[in-house]
């Protein structure tokens, strides 16, 4: 289970296809999520606005199944995230529709 405590977040397993959302959005004091080569298909973060305010690094590096950035994929840690790793996969960032043109 996931603490509200924990600093850091690294999972045991090497192939998760998504985290609980519940959970993520208790760990008010996250600030790294080291989530590279997990095998992650879904996007790691929770919906909820703000609810991840300390998350400072997102390592998503080399998960090939995450194929879409969601609209709003970053409301939970805006303002705050300053290192994020996308490298070696084939994701895409969904553009909100006004910034398409």
């Known amino acids: 289970m996931l603490c509200s405590t924990q600093k850091s977040l690294t999972p045991p397993c090497p192939q998760i296809e998504a985290l609980p959302y519940g959970g993520m959005s208790?760990?008010?004091q996250?600030?790294?999520?080291?989530?590279?080569?997990?095998?992650?298909?879904?996007?790691?973060?929770?919906?909820?606005?703000?609810c991840l305010s300390n998350l400072k690094e997102l390592v998503l590096a080399?998960?090939?199944?995450?194929?879409?950035?969601?609209?709003?994929?970053?409301?939970?840690?805006?303002?705050?995230?300053?290192?994020?790793?996308?490298?070696?996969?084939?994701?895409?960032?969904?553009l909100h529709d006004k910034l398409r043109g």
Do not use: I, K, Y
């Open 26 to 28: 208790q760990c008010l």
């Open 30 to 50: 996250l600030r790294t999520l080291l989530l590279a080569r997990a095998g992650m298909r879904m996007w790691p973060l929770p919906p909820a606005e703000g």
């Open 62 to 94: 080399n998960n090939r199944g995450l194929a879409v950035v969601p609209h709003g994929a970053f409301a939970s840690c805006a303002g705050s995230l300053v290192t994020l790793d996308l490298s070696g996969g084939c994701v895409h960032v969904c």
